[in-house]
C-alpha cells in the first residue's frame, strides 16, 4: 500500500481559500484512483472529490462541486485539493486516500491507503 501525509490545512474565514496536498512516498504504479474525504467529529467520512489517477478526470460532491478542484502532479506523485469560497460546513479534517480501481471511488471500501488527516476550520 501506499503511504500518504496531507499538508495545507489551517484556519480561515468564510470566503477565503486554501489548498490542501497529498504526497505519496511511493510511485504512483498500480494506483489508479485518489480521493479527499472529510469527517466531523464522530460522524461518518464524506467524500469530497475523486480523481482517476491516470485519465485525471474528475468527480465532486454536490456541496462542494463550483468551488473545489483537484488535480495531481504525476512526476511529483503528489494530489492538490484547491479550496475556494470556503463556508463553515467546510470544517471538518481532511483525508486523502489510494485505490487500486479507477471506479467506485466515491466510496470508501475502494480505498486501501488513508493519510493522517489535516484540519481545516471555517470561522464564521
Known amino acids: 500500500q501506499v503511504q500518504l501525509v496531507e499538508s495545507g490545512g489551517g484556519l480561515v474565514q468564510v470566503g477565503a481559500s486554501l489548498r490542501l496536498s497529498c504526497a505519496a512516498s511511493?510511485?504512483?504504479?498500480?494506483?489508479?484512483?485518489m480521493g479527499w474525504f472529510r469527517q466531523v467529529g464522530g460522524k461518518e467520512r464524506e467524500f469530497v472529490a475523486a480523481?482517476?489517477?491516470?485519465?485525471?478526470?474528475?468527480s465532486y460532491a454536490d456541496s462542494v462541486k463550483g468551488r473545489f478542484t483537484l488535480s495531481r502532479d504525476l512526476a511529483k506523485n503528489t494530489a492538490y485539493l484547491q479550496m475556494d469560497s470556503l463556508r463553515p460546513e467546510d470544517t471538518a479534517v481532511y483525508s486523502c486516500?489510494?485505490?487500486?480501481?479507477?471506479?467506485?471511488?466515491?466510496?470508501?471500501?475502494?480505498?486501501?491507503?488513508w493519510g493522517q488527516g489535516t484540519q481545516v476550520t471555517v470561522s464564521s
Open positions: 480523481i482517476n489517477w491516470s485519465a485525471g478526470t474528475t
Open positions: 486516500a489510494a485505490a487500486r480501481r479507477s471506479y467506485r471511488l466515491a466510496y470508501q471500501d475502494s480505498y486501501g491507503s
Open positions: 511511493a510511485r504512483t504504479f498500480n494506483r489508479l484512483g
